[in-house]
């Protein structure tokens, strides 16, 4: 079972936006102790079930700043069944560390686990981005005092 739900969220934050491309929720179903492993690395979970549901959302970061960003990465993500995500536990994100040049944009994904989604599925994901630097680390602007909220249905 996939589910893509096609809503395009954006979320402008000073001269950052934030686009999401497409989300998915995905039931994965791990077939040997291998792909068991392999997926509790990747979301950071000491424990997954045989069967699970993950959302893998595609987006772009687009710089507006007159110089080069450094990208904190996500910080959370939260659903509206009350589940809260970070890098450190269940969710795995590709923007953190990475720079985009002004004037340009780069695409990212981001995956999570959504735990217990079969008898209490999510409908809604709340994206907490992280502050921005240049390339010498110094921070140039705090993270975005809203989250972009993205639909699963």
């Known amino acids: 079972m996939t589910k893509i739900a096609t809503n395009a969220a954006v979320l ?22 291998e792909a068991k492993t392999a997926a ?7 424990s997954i079930p ?8 595609n987006y772009t970061v687009t710089n507006k700043h007159k110089t080069t960003i450094a990208l904190n ?18 969710l795995s994100d590709s923007s953190a560390g990475n720079k985009i040049p002004a004037n340009e944009s780069a ?18 994901l709340f994206i907490n981005f992280g502050s921005l630097f ?15 909220v993205v639909k699963l249905d």
């Open 50 to 57: 045989d069967t699970y549901y993950t959302f893998v959302l």
């Open 40 to 46: 509790e690395q990747v979301l950071n979970i000491s």
């Open 73 to 90: 990465g996500v910080q959370s993500v939260k659903t509206d069944t009350g589940q809260t995500m970070t890098t450190a536990d269940q």
């Open 134 to 148: 240049d390339t010498h680390g110094k921070k140039i602007s705090d993270s975005p005092n809203r989250k972009l």
């Open 12 to 33: 402008s934050a000073g001269n950052v936006s934030y686009k999401v491309n497409k989300v998915r929720v995905l039931k994965n179903t791990a077939k040997t102790s």
């Open 107 to 124: 695409t990212f994904v981001m995956n999570g686990y959504l735990y217990d989604y079969q008898s209490k599925p999510a409908k809604k």
